[in-house]
Structures are given as structure tokens and as C-alpha cells.
């Protein structure tokens, strides 16, 4: 295995990355980042619970923020938000 970490475009079509975000920060490769609306944000933590890496941090209560350097932007927490307080937006 070459010690060199690829960049998302040097992916083949269906490759699966082998570390979590914890160990592989998505920050620099990206492309979308969620933006929250707090007026929107009704703190259900939905985007908590369905994040698939675990980017957010939430406190039961507040307005959950996402660690951009742990969100691969896939969007998941923006399709299940019940109040569309989440936009994915291009980095
Ligand atoms: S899913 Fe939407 S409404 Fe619920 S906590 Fe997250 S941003 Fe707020
Ligand atoms: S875009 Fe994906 S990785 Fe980033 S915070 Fe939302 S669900 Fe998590």
C-alpha cells in the first residue's frame, strides 16, 4: 500500500475509503460543506444521529455544528433534516 494519500478524483468509480473520518480529515477534499440555519433549527439532532462519520457535535440541546474537518459533504444530514434548516453548499 503506498504511504501517499489519494486525492477524491484519483478514486476509481465505487472505491470505499478504509478509515473513518476520525483518522482521514475530510476538510481539505470536500467539495460541500452543510450551512445551518438557526432559525430553522428546531434541535431535533437528526443531522446528529444520521451523520454517517459522526462529524457533529451536539450537546442535546444547542444547535448541533458540524467539524468541517470530519464532514465529507455527502448531504445525508441535509436530506433528513425535518425543517430544511440544512443547505449543502460548494466549497
Ligand atoms: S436535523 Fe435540522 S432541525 Fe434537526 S437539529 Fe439538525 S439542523 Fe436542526
Ligand atoms: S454532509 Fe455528510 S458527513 Fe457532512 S455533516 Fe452532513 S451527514 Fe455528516
Redesign the pocket.
Known sequence: MSSQLLGWRDLPIGAVAFLSSKEYPTGEWAVFQPK?DEK?????????MYCPDGAYRWDGES??VPDLDHCKGCGI?EV????K??QMVRV
Open positions: 445551518i430553522k433549527c428546531i434541535k431535533c439532532g437528526l443531522c446528529w444547535v448541533p444530514c433528513e433534516c425535518p425543517t434548516a440544512i
